[in-house]
Every structure is written in C-alpha cells, then in structure tokens.
C-alpha cells in the first residue's frame, strides 16, 4: 500500500472514531469538512451523493446507514468498517490494481469458496444436492487460498457449497486466523444455533446471506417442510445478538411475485436484514428444471421493483443479472469474483460448472492466467446491452465457445454437463429476454454513471 493510501487509511480510521462517538451530529460535520477539503472538486459527485442522502435523515439510505447503529453490536460495526471498507477497498484495491496491470490478468475482489459439498437439504433445482458429501475442503487449503488472495489484495471471501455451516468449526478457525478479512456466507440458516451466534459474536467478522425463497409456502416448496420456520428462528437469533445479516433470494418463475413483493422487503427488513443478494434461476446441471428460469416479462418485473424499493426502503440490494449496468456486465471470471469449489475446481463464476486449473495443481495467479479466465477477460464485456450481462444465460453462444476453445472440463463428479447441453437449455430464454432487454436499454432506463440516489458515480 502506497504513502498516500496509508494516510488515507489512517484519515478514515479517525474519521470513524469521530463519526461513532456521535453519529447523528458529527455525520453532517464529517461530511462538511470534506467539503471545504476537496477545493479542486475531484470526490464532487461523491459528495452529491452523500449529501442526497445525509442531508435528509428520513431517507432510506440515511435509516440504513443509521440503523448500523443501532442494530448493530459496536465491536461488530467496527470490524466491518476496517475489513470491509478499510482492507478490501482502500488497501486491498490498492495492491490489486497494481498486480493486473504487471500480470496483464483479471484479479478479483472476492472470492468464493465452498467448504464443502454437504448440505442438509435437497432444495428442487438446486445443483449442490447432485454432488453429495463426497466433497470437502481441508481447512489448511481454504487457509492457503486467503494467504494467496491477501497477497493480491483480496480481503473479500464468500463462502458457498453445499451448506458452508456442515463445516461451521472450521469456518469460525479460518476467521480467527484472519481477522483482517470479511467472511460472508450463503447459507440456508437451518444450522445457525445459539452456539454459532456467539461465535459470530466473538469473531466479529463473519456475516451470513440468508436463502429464503418468499414466504413459508415458496421456501418449504423448494427447500422442504420446516426451513421457513427454521430460517426465521435462525434471524431471531441473530437480531437478538446485534449481528448483521442479509438474505439469498433466488427468483423463478414460480415465486417471483412474492420475491418482488412490498411485504416481502418489508418483512425482511423488519426480521434485520441490511441486504438482500437476488439471483435469477439458472438450469445448471443435467438435473435441473428448465421451467423454473424466469420469464422475460418477469425478470422486468424485478428489475423495476428492486430499482423502485431503492428508493423507498432501508436495504442494499444487488441483482446480479439486472445489475449488469452498474458493474459494467458480467463480474465473473476473475474481474471481480471467482469461484473454487469443494475440490478445488477453479471456476470463474459459481453458475458456471467448467474449469482448466485446480488449486492443488496452481496458484492463484497462475490459474488467472489460464485460457478459461485469459479468455473470460478478453470477452468481457459479453454484450454491448449491459442488461444482457450473463454468458450463459443471456448469450450462450458465448460461453459455448469460451469452453469449446480453451478445453476446459466440467467440474460435475456426478453427472458432467456437456457445453453444448447447457447451452441449449439458455438459447430460448435468452432470445425472449433480449428484445425486452435491448428496449429497456434504448429507453435510456439504463444510468451508467449514476449510482441509485440519483448522483453521478465516480470514477
């Protein structure tokens, strides 16, 4: 990290103690003391932004920032602020930027990792549930994977499976053996008892999205009797302790009116959830079910509800095909996140089953450098119409030829998917969504530079 990166650093650290002695007072003064700092205007539409949402308290954005407060516990709140904003921002950016520019090659910001690929249920669809227990990764491969990652400036680690929690102990060990990192886990919340939460509690960094499919009636359809009950005791707990959590939620075609739903956002709001990851369906693996990719007039449907709730309620959220347009298309491959599975598959994309490099075979940075991420990098962005992000699932022909042309293998040990299988599945849902797509785009309802309070983003 360069001088002026740790004097940044330093600066947000005092800024922070200021800021948390009396947050509704000295949020305001912070803010205006940038002000009068950034004389040539280089952080002006940052500061637009800040204050669109400071300098009115019953804002959403304001309630949410506020609610850290409140609903947060102050050891918890502050490991956030140096891991999350502090090492994998300002620090951990720092060193990444300058490794791709020498490497020529995508270094991601997170990671995601699967533990293991157990799980306890067998949630319809789902492809996890094909790879059994066979699976497991030992807990000093995850421990080499952080060491590597920390190296390029990677802070950021996402733990997917399987059910991660089959391996709770070990995720509490790799926690405490760094403490500088953020761990966020995909979890479906059946297994967060009394005795994790109060690991959570202790370790401070480790923060679960909770899977929840709608209400009890969507979620126990997909993931068995009893979840729902189980998922909303599993946020009690954590409410109780003043740890922060968010939610996983998955929209199909059958339950993506709930999922979009204002007494969907508002209940999750009010369980504590401070963010919320949406996903589409995809129909990976030779047992998954077509039927349940959402339609296009249904994937519309989300896009202007989330961008609506935006708006209105106090909770970040993120849908990774929708969003194509803020991250400039697909984040895969290495340019933002990558994916390595329970038995050290290097996969650029946790929907994406194929693979040229295993980490007990490469590093890190070796397996950035490989034909599948090298040409991920040079395809990206997949589509002009950055609301057709996805290499799958809306351009499939282009994930066809990335795995015909650098050879990479499924990584399904139970039942290989061939490409051009999966591919197929994708052509009649990507040639409905693009016409939708592309006049959504044309409209201009696209804001490219504009983050979602209404004020241009920085560079």
Known sequence: MSFSDTLKSLGLQAAYSYLDKDPDKN????????????????????????????????????????????????????????????????????????????????????????????????????????????????????????????????????????EPLVRKKDLIRLCEAHSDCAFLSFTNGTLIDDQ????????????????????????????????????????????????????????????????????????MIEMGAKFAWFFTYMPVGNAAVPELIAKPEQREFMYHQIRKFRHTKPIFTMDFWND???????????????????????????????????????????????????AYKHGQPFNENLLRPCPLLDNPEKLRGIVHETGAHSTDLESPEDIDRLADKCENAAAQWAPVADELWAKGHHEIGHNEVGAPAGE
């Open 196 to 267: 994790f939460a109060d690991d959570m509690l202790r370790v401070k960094n480790f923060y679960p999205a909770i899977s929840i499919e709608g209400f009890e009636e969507d979620t126990d359809f997909r993931r068995g009797k009893g979840t729902y009950r189980a998922i909303i005791a599993a946020m009690e707990r954590l409410k109780a302790r003043k740890l922060p959590f968010g939610i996983s939620c998955c929209y199909t075609s059958k339950n993506v009116d709930t999922i979009g739903s204002e007494e969907y956002f508002d209940y």
């Open 324 to 374: 194509g347009e803020f991250v400039g298309g697909c984040i895969a491959g290495g340019r933002k996140y990558l994916h390595i599975n329970a038995a050290g598959d290097i996969e650029p994309c946790a929907f994406i089953h194929y693979s040229d490099s295993n980490i007990h075979e490469k590093t890190l940075l070796e397996a950035f450098k490989s034909p599948l991420f090298m």
């Open 27 to 162: 949020i305001p003064r912070l803010l205006a003391w940038v002000d009068k700092l950034d004389t040539d205007n280089k952080w002006a539409s940052q500061r637009v932004a800040f204050h669109n949402v400071i300098d009115h308290p019953d804002n959403n954005w304001y309630r949410l920032i506020r609610s850290f407060w409140t609903d947060c516990d102050p050891g918890v709140r502050k490991t956030i602020f140096n891991n999350f904003f502090i090492n994998a921002n300002i620090k951990g950016c720092a060193v990444a930027d300058e490794i791709r520019d020498r490497e020529g090659c995508n270094i991601p910001w997170a990671i995601l990792l699967d533990p293991t690929s157990a799980c306890n249920l067998h949630c319809t669809g789902c492809w996890a549930a094909e790879y059994g227990d066979k699976l497991n990764m030992s807990y000093d491969t995850m421990d080499e994977i952080v060491r590597q990652a920390k190296a390029m400036g990677v802070y950021m680690f996402l733990f997917t499976g399987g």
